[in-house]
């Protein structure tokens, strides 16, 4: 079956240090592949998505890129802020339930 | 504005007791789900619905029903909650069926079965 595995967290940053969240993945056939963020107290928002191989989605400062070959999607951001400090979920969509398969979330902590 | 809406937002209740948690999007969406969130183990497909009437299971069905009379609702029916529901629970919604739509998320509701 289809899966999505994530780095443990949580991951301390301190305010503009480099972020990589790594995920990688298990499907049959092309899944479309997204970021999700939670911020505390809150639902999920989709953070951003990329639907076939080396696509790249962009949002806010953060990057990922579908890879293929590496079944990969991880999360990257140049220079992270303390608004940034949330959990991310790294999902991915497939089949005919178009369920979404989550990984199990990585809390990201910014410290000033 | 739009949004995927659910109430309550926090439930405490006992065994036994049945309880609907409502959902409604004013998006117009086709599809819409429930998900449970569990600490360490992300989020878990409980039910999904294509359209009006046409509702099947997802990876964690068991103990749980719903139903799509109208395209806008979604309601998750505990008939008899046990305390290994208690969970935080997210309704969705998106525009189409389609793999790479953009799923909408409601604020969740945590709920406690005693």
């Known amino acids: 079956g289809n899966s999505v595995t994530q780095m443990e967290g949580p991951v301390t940053l301190s305010e503009e240090a480099f972020l990589t969240i790594n995920c990688t993945y298990t499907a049959t056939g092309y899944p479309s592949l997204f970021w999700y963020v939670q911020y505390p107290g809150e639902g999920l928002q989709l953070l951003l998505k990329?639907?076939?191989?080396?696509d790249k989605g962009s949002n806010k400062g953060f990057e990922a890129t579908y890879r293929k070959e590496t079944t990969s999607f991880h999360l990257e951001k140049g220079s992270v802020q303390v608004s940034d400090s949330a959990v991310y979920f790294c999902a991915l969509s497939w089949g005919g339930r178009r369920a979404l398969t989550f990984g199990s979330g990585t809390r990201l902590q910014v410290q000033p | 504005e739009a949004q995927v809406t659910q109430n309550p937002r926090y439930l405490i209740t006992v065994t036994g007791k049945k309880l609907t948690v409502t959902c409604s999007q004013n998006m117009n969406h086709e599809y819409m789900s429930w998900y449970r969130q569990d600490p360490g183990l992300g989020l878990r497909q409980i039910y999904y619905s294509m359209n009006v009437e046409v509702t099947d299971k997802g990876d964690v069905p068991e103990g749980y029903k719903v139903s799509r009379k109208e395209k806008r609702n979604f309601p998750l029916i505990l008939e008899s909650p046990s305390p290994n529901q208690t969970s935080l629970y997210f309704c969705?919604?998106?525009?189409?069926?389609?793999?790479?739509?953009?799923?909408?998320f409601g604020p969740g509701t945590r709920l406690l079965v005693l």
């Open positions: 969705a919604s998106s525009l189409s069926t389609g793999n790479k739509e953009t799923q909408y």
């Open positions: 990329a639907t076939k191989a080396d």
